[in-house]
């Protein structure tokens, strides 16, 4: 475990930039590669037609909740490994990384089975209008049937990542997404699949990536996935269920969104399902920039944690906001500048573009303020304080979301719709400050 030793050492030791850069850029272009998976469908099937858009943004709510159960046991795994190999507890982190990844492909075959059987009905829950439905329902089906293997391959990138290996986990997820781009067109416009073929496309490569993830888990520095290191422990659940929760609540709560989204928008006809569909895969790729440096941020709060460096977990925390928030304030200016050619280039519909452009201007407003949202809820779950995480993990996407997404049309109509992620985020930074100065100030005190 030679590399492991070395990951302790600079990941307590080294300065605290190198470290934040070192971890977030691997990680940063995982999280942006994992988030082109949707955003390839949504480009491509975009030259078929406004149903076909709709329908894959209809299904990205269940694809949301099978990333959510993978990022549930990635991070619930991951961050009591990073903890162990803070305190040089290797053996407890063998023994979490194989159960992590057990259950999450167990709980994924679940999903896929219970999808399968109740397909349409989901289908219709999920917001899909009767034009929708066939669409729906045939990309949908083919996506449910690679569940194990996505849930699988988001637990083994995040425990790659806590054990400070956020390389390893990028190669495998970005080998996944290439193929993606290349299979994608070829099925759907060469062999005439359609939206079939966006929905096989995206099933292969997640196979393939979870393959790749699984081989790499025995490169030098990994903790090697060995079945005869599981050991059943309601301890090790428990661990989990702390650690991964907040990430749970956050990508559960993000789907239910989407649904509830999906829903207000469908009182509006087709084009508005797709124009705030193509609107949410925007910001979701956006969004995986900040969480990508929120993730790099996580292995050295964890070690730190573990090693009791308080100091260290501040600094990084703060150097994370800074960067996170210009870089917000950059893609803001930019986003004004082109809303309509952004939106255009997905569907060239006048009454989607009308949606989407209206939409994402209310999203960027409160772009700057996503920085500290989210990297206070990823310091308050790898700190261990995992009611402050799921509170904030639930702000985003459910605590305001929901109610604004319910109240606000019944007043302002679509527009209310168009505005309701702004108010939410809003709402949700004004709760996460005080959070984030609650966690540090419980640091003093175990100083103390």
């Known amino acids: 475990m030679k590399q492991t030793t070395d990951n302790y050492t600079f990941l307590t030791h080294a300065p605290v930039h190198k470290v934040i850069v070192s971890m977030a850029v691997p990680t940063i272009i995982s999280m942006l590669i994992t988030s082109i998976y949707g955003m390839v469908d949504t480009y491509y099937v975009g030259k078929i037609n406004t149903q076909s858009t709709a329908a894959v943004g209809i299904s990205f709510s269940v694809m949301t909740i099978i990333q959510a159960i993978g990022f549930f046991f990635g991070h619930g795994s991951g961050n009591y490994i990073s903890r162990c190999l803070g305190s040089k507890e290797t053996e407890k982190a063998r023994c979490m990384a194989v159960t992590g990844l057990l259950y999450s492909f167990a709980f994924g075959l679940l999903v896929s089975v219970v999808g399968l059987v109740f397909l349409t009905d989901i289908s219709y829950f999920l917001g899909s209008t009767e034009t929708i439905q066939p669409y729906t329902e045939r990309y949908l089906g ?30 495998g997820i970005l080998s996944g997404v290439l193929l993606n781009v290349v299979l994608a067109p070829i099925l759907i416009f060469y062999f005439c699949l359609g939206i079939t073929g966006a929905a096989v496309a995206t099933l292969v490569s997640q196979i393939m990536s979870f393959f790749i993830l699984f081989k790499m888990t025995r490169h030098s520095g990994n903790i090697a996935i060995r079945l005869k290191d599981y050991v059943p422990s ?10 991964g929760t907040p990430s749970l609540s956050r990508q559960g709560l993000a789907s239910v969104a989407t649904i509830m989204l999906n829903v207000s928008a469908g009182a509006y006809g087709d084009a508005a399902i797709a124009g705030m569909s193509i609107v949410t895969r925007i910001s979701n790729f956006v969004y995986a920039g900040i969480v990508g440096l929120g993730q790099g941020f ?47 280039e997905f569907r060239d519909d006048p009454h989607v573009i009308a949606v989407g452009c209206a939409a994402f201007r209310w999203q960027l407003a409160t772009y700057p303020l996503i920085a500290v949202i989210i990297l206070t809820n990823m310091l308050s779950q790898t700190a261990r304080k995992p009611i402050r995480a799921n509170v904030v993990a639930a702000a985003r996407s459910g605590l305001f979301f929901i ?14 719709v168009e505005m309701s992620q702004a108010v939410s985020d809003l709402c949700s930074f004004l709760l996460s400050v005080p959070v984030a100065w609650s966690v540090f100030r419980d640091m003093k005190r175990e100083m103390a």
């Open 403 to 416: 109610p604004a997404v319910i109240i606000l049309p019944k007043f302002l109509g679509l527009a209310g």
């Open 234 to 243: 309601w301890l090790l659940v428990k661990e989990i269920v702390a650690g």
């Open 142 to 171: 083919i996506i449910l049937c690679g569940a194990p293997f996505m849930t699988s391959s988001f637990t083994l990138n995040n425990q790659m990542r806590f054990q400070g290996n956020a390389k390893y986990a990028m190669y």
């Open 298 to 344: 996580q292995p050295l709060c964890g070690f730190c944690y573990g090693a009791r460096l308080y100091d260290r977990i501040y600094d990084g925390y703060m150097y994370c906001v800074k960067i996170g928030t210009v870089f917000f304030v950059i893609l803001t200016v930019i986003g004004f500048l082109f809303t309509s050619p952004i939106i255009g």
